[in-house]
C-alpha cells in the first residue's frame, strides 16, 4: 500500500505520473479512499495526511501492517 497526501512540496505532476505506471491514475486517487491498481492487484493507494492522526488510526485498524517505510521529508 502507498499513502501520501500528494502536496506541492515538489511537482505533484511526478506523483501521479509514478502512480500512473502502478496502475492508479490521478482520477482514482481522493481523500481517505482506497484506489485499488489496474495491473497489479497487491497495490492499493490512499492519499491521506499522515498527520490526521483519526484517519492514520483507522487505516492501521483496518490493515495490520508488518512493515511501515517512512519516505516522508
Known sequence: MGV??????????????????????????????????KINDKFEFIKLNLGDTESSACLFEKYHFYVVCNLGA
Open 4 to 37: 501520501d497526501n500528494n502536496n506541492d512540496y515538489y511537482a505533484v505532476n511526478f506523483k501521479y505520473a509514478r502512480l500512473n505506471r502502478l496502475g492508479t491514475g490521478k482520477e482514482d486517487v481522493e481523500y481517505n479512499i482506497i484506489a485499488k491498481s
